[in-house]
């Protein structure tokens, strides 16, 4: 990756939006991290419209090609950025859905322990409440959440987003610029451990070059 120049692939990150609304706030934040992702940092958005219900009789089938792409997209990937809406206190259903679907997988480069963060617009609570239910689902798959600094937008503020959903806030872009920085230095201390032999304690150099 080009966080220090050591390698020029970037950090690839599936975005993923807990909304299916067209001019859902969560999809416009995913397009607005997209434009200002920091250099060594690529966002790819998986619309998740068409994964059916996770039926453990379908599962046994075959998984569906909308199942199939997902799992694949969070394979090549080597980090997960998810946007959730607040329903009744919680994630979407569709949002739950695509994680239980993702966490069956069991080959190399699935949820387990893939760094993960999350992000929301919604409510006076800014999809709080909704991100620490996923805090609590996304720990029982294995993957390395970063919660700080935070991102927790009150979608329905005034000059926030615009009608289609697009993140039109200076201030609300800035909080999220600085979050998507920390994420791209938290996903590769774990990805590429070796790169920061410099900036470890000896236990944590021995570690890293085992």
Same mark, same amino acid.
């Given at each position: ?168 806030? #200076?201030?609300?872009? #800035? ?6 920085? #920390? ?28």
């Amino acid at each position: 990756m080009t966080l220090d120049g050591s390698n020029e692939s970037p950090l690839r990150v599936l975005a993923i939006s807990g909304s299916l609304r067209k001019a859902s706030f969560n999809t416009g934040l995913l397009r607005a991290a997209r434009e200002i992702a920091p250099d060594g940092m690529e966002i790819n958005i998986f619309d998740i419209r068409d994964l059916p219900f996770y039926d453990g009789d379908v599962e046994a089938q075959g998984d569906p090609a909308p199942v199939i792409a997902l799992k694949s997209a969070v394979r090549d990937a080597d980090a997960v950025l998810f946007a959730t809406p607040e329903y009744n206190w919680g994630t979407s259903g569709v949002l739950k859905n695509a994680i239980d679907w993702a966490s069956r997988d069991r080959e190399e480069g699935s949820l387990m322990g893939k760094p993960a963060t999350l992000i929301g617009a919604g409510g006076r609570a800014g999809t709080a409440r909704a991100q620490m239910q996923l805090l609590e689902t996304l720990g029982e798959t294995g993957s390395v959440v970063m919660v700080k600094p935070g991102v927790h937008i009150q979608a329905f503020a005034p000059g926030t987003f615009d009608s289609e959903g697009n993140l039109i806030d #200076e201030a609300t872009k #800035e909080a999220l610029r600085r979050h998507l920085d #920390e994420f791209m230095n938290w996903s590769a201390r774990l990805l590429w451990p070796r790169h920061f032999i410099g900036f470890a304690c000896e236990m944590d150099i021995a570690l890293a070059q085992a």
